[in-house]
């Protein structure tokens, strides 16, 4: 578009004179982008709405008896907001943007590339098997790939010859207490969504809910889905792998 971009996020936009400072300073043609724009106040929200309908800001002036409101013309801008789920927009805020897109998970190929053009960016030697264990581990994140190439190149200098092989990747991230070293991440999310294991993640705080471990965790259904369970936050928990082959059992 050749415009120019200036971003923020939902949670740091705690009044509505930060918003206002944001929007009169737009030039015509810039693009405003609003990362987890779901996490705007509700008074921040209802307080964009004119500048989205027909580029218009009403400033309270003053307070008390003196107060008074002044509608200023802002420049024609683009905004642009990211969710992890439209159904986390109100409907009112949704239904100001005329185009809505949704962003699918990376799949495993695409993250194994990230993962060879990541060890290429460092001279890191790394094989095809490597790459694509790396990525089959990973949380669909690019981030969380990079995190876990970092951890494995750091094991291949200290443990081998600095090279990534699909041996060298498996014993390092056998080191991480992670959410994927018992069943692929990739196996793993075509049930269970991105954002639901991120949620459940952060919930139990990386532990087992039955002995606290952080060590071969795996997502457990509370009620499984054979039995009607659903795949939300609510109906999952981290259990290890020994605690939920116990759970197991005692179901059988």
Not at 8 to 21: C, F, Q
Not at 76 to 88: D, H, N, P, V, Y
Not at 90 to 109: A, G, H, W
Not at 172 to 189: I, P, V
Request: with cysteine; aromatic share 4%; hydrophobic share 40%.
């Amino acid at each position: 578009m050749g415009a120019n971009v200036k971003a923020t996020t939902g949670p740091t936009l705690e009044k509505s004179s930060d918003l206002a400072g944001l929007l009169t300073n737009l030039e015509e043609g810039d693009v405003l982008f609003i990362d987890e724009i779901q996490r705007l106040q509700k008074f921040i929200e209802k307080y964009l709405y004119p500048p989205m309908d027909d580029f218009k800001l009403d400033v309270v002036i003053d307070q008390g008896e003196n107060a008074r409101s002044v509608r200023l013309n802002l420049p024609r801008f683009t905004l642009i907001g990211s969710a992890e789920k439209k159904e986390q927009l109100t409907r009112n805020l949704l239904s100001r943007f005329q185009i809505i897109e949704s962003m699918d998970d990376y799949s495993v190929d695409e993250l194994a590339a990230i993962a060879r053009r990541f060890a290429k960016s460092h001279n890191v030697a790394i094989d095809e098997d490597a790459a694509g264990r790396i990525a089959r581990s990973a949380d669909g994140m690019p981030l969380d790939v990079l995190n876990r190439l970092r951890h494995v190149r750091d094991y291949a200098h200290v443990k081998g010859d600095g090279k990534i092989s699909l041996a060298v990747a498996e014993a390092a991230l056998k080191m991480l207490a992670s959410s994927g070293e018992t069943q692929d991440a990739r196996e793993s999310r075509e049930a269970i969504p991105s954002a639901v294991r991120r949620e459940v993640w952060r919930r139990d705080e990386g532990r087992c809910k039955k002995c606290g471990s952080r060590k071969n965790l795996e997502y457990d259904h509370i009620i499984p889905v054979a039995e009607g369970g659903s795949n939300t936050a609510r109906n999952i928990e981290l259990l290890c792998e020994a605690c939920n082959r116990a759970k197991s059992d005692l179901i059988r």
